[in-house]
């Protein structure tokens, strides 16, 4: 089984962002808060322009509408993150905003702000409403509600995709039996929630696991102080290094890019492949640096 090639990643996500491009102005946010809303057609910018959020549509034969990020340092950006996965909208009048209770809601238009159950939303609890309450995009990636300027009370990472990005983990919160997990699209059209699942088991020695349908089909093994065991091309090199946490709090995996002019994404398809691709400011192109996880369940049982 092979996986897909960087060309053929790039070839799935340019007709997606292409598409975005024509259908977008110029307008650009780099806060979203109650006053000022993300329409369909404008971008929220991270600091430092390494990411944009705003409204796509996953293929030219689609009518559907999706909240999403994407790297914008790319002349051909990838799609990294989607909000709405299973609920897309079915026109472009959709809004982004702050609602009365302080979350980041998807909803129609204006009027629905104040009206209906969003489409979407952050879902957060809260005891009183502050107008300090916003959301930024991060130039990690990192899509936060923050309020009154302290830490972030809601995150993207929290809820990853089909992609996995540095400082994002995968594992479980002990505590609260959180779980940081990867989920595949459905295919390369459609962001919904696909069949397989990249995920930590904590039980007894944890263990990376690809679930297909809920059920195991591929065992990562556990970690030896540098890797999973049943991942050998796993190891730390110049371009990227890998964090294992192992406590009373959590188990979890973080990857840190030691070189800041590489981008790193690590994507899973609904066959069950991951691929980890980098792409160089230097040579402004993707290329596949690796599989991070044996793409060959039957060696693995």
């Given at each position: 089984?092979?996986?897909?090639?960087?060309?053929?990643?790039i070839l799935i996500n340019v007709p997606l962002f292409l598409l975005l491009v024509l259908l977008s102005s110029c307008?650009?946010?780099?806060?979203?808060?109650?006053?000022?809303?993300?329409?369909?057609?404008?971008?929220?910018?991270?600091?430092?322009?390494?990411?944009?959020?705003?409204?796509?549509?996953?293929?030219?034969?689609?009518?559907?509408?999706?909240?999403?990020?994407?790297?914008?340092?790319?002349?051909?950006?990838?799609?990294?993150?989607?909000?709405?996965?299973?609920?897309?909208?079915?026109?472009?009048?959709?809004?982004?905003?702050?609602?009365?209770?302080?979350?980041?809601?998807?909803?129609?238009?204006?009027?629905?702000?104040?009206?209906?159950?969003?489409?979407?939303?952050?879902?957060?609890?809260?005891?009183?409403?502050?107008?300090?309450?916003?959301?930024?995009?991060?130039?990690?990636?990192?899509?936060?509600?923050?309020?009154?300027?302290?830490?972030?009370?809601?995150?993207?990472?929290?809820?990853?995709?089909?992609?996995?990005?540095?400082?994002?983990?995968?594992?479980?919160d002990l505590r609260t039996g959180f779980n940081w997990s990867m989920t595949s699209w459905k295919s390369p059209d459609?962001?919904?929630?696909?069949?397989?699942?990249?995920?930590?088991?904590?039980?007894?020695?944890?263990?990376?696991?690809?679930?297909?349908?809920?059920?195991?089909?591929?065992?990562?093994?556990?970690?030896?102080?540098?890797?999973?065991?049943?991942?050998?091309?796993?190891?730390?090199?110049?371009?990227?290094?890998?964090?294992?946490?192992?406590?009373?709090?959590?188990?979890?995996?973080?990857?840190?890019?030691?070189?800041?002019?590489?981008?790193?994404?690590?994507?899973?398809?609904?066959t069950g492949h991951e691929t980890r691709t980098v792409w160089r400011a230097k040579e402004n192109n993707w290329l596949?640096?690796?599989?991070?996880?044996?793409?060959?369940?039957?060696?693995?049982?």
């Amino acid at each position: 089984m092979k996986p897909y090639s960087a060309k053929a990643l790039i070839l799935i996500n340019v007709p997606l962002f292409l598409l975005l491009v024509l259908l977008s102005s110029c307008h650009s946010l780099h806060r979203i808060t109650p006053s000022q809303p993300l329409r369909d057609g404008d971008a929220l910018l991270s600091d430092g322009g390494t990411y944009a959020l705003g409204f796509f549509t996953p293929s030219n034969n689609s009518r559907k509408r999706y909240v999403g990020i994407w790297f914008a340092r790319s002349s051909k950006p990838v799609v990294v993150w989607a909000a709405n996965r299973q609920t897309p909208l079915n026109n472009t009048s959709g809004v982004l905003s702050i609602d009365v209770h302080g979350n980041i809601v998807l909803v129609y238009n204006d009027t629905d702000l104040y009206r209906n159950t969003p489409i979407w939303s952050s879902n957060v609890s809260f005891s009183s409403f502050s107008d300090h309450t916003f959301a930024e995009l991060q130039d990690t990636g990192n899509f936060v509600l923050i309020r009154n300027k302290g830490r972030p009370i809601w995150q993207s990472f929290d809820y990853p995709g089909d992609t996995r990005l540095p400082f994002m983990k995968i594992g479980v919160d002990l505590r609260t039996g959180f779980n940081w997990s990867m989920t595949s699209w459905k295919s390369p059209d459609d962001p919904g929630m696909g069949d397989v699942t990249h995920m930590i088991d904590p039980t007894g020695y944890p263990q990376l696991f690809l679930l297909k349908n809920g059920a195991p089909f591929w065992r990562g093994g556990s970690w030896t102080g540098q890797r999973f065991s049943g991942i050998p091309q796993m190891t730390p090199n110049f371009i990227f290094n890998i964090t294992y946490i192992d406590n009373a709090n959590e188990v979890s995996t973080v990857t840190r890019v030691m070189d800041p002019s590489v981008f790193l994404i690590m994507v899973l398809d609904n066959t069950g492949h991951e691929t980890r691709t980098v792409w160089r400011a230097k040579e402004n192109n993707w290329l596949q640096v690796c599989l991070s996880v044996c793409a060959c369940p039957d060696s693995n049982p």
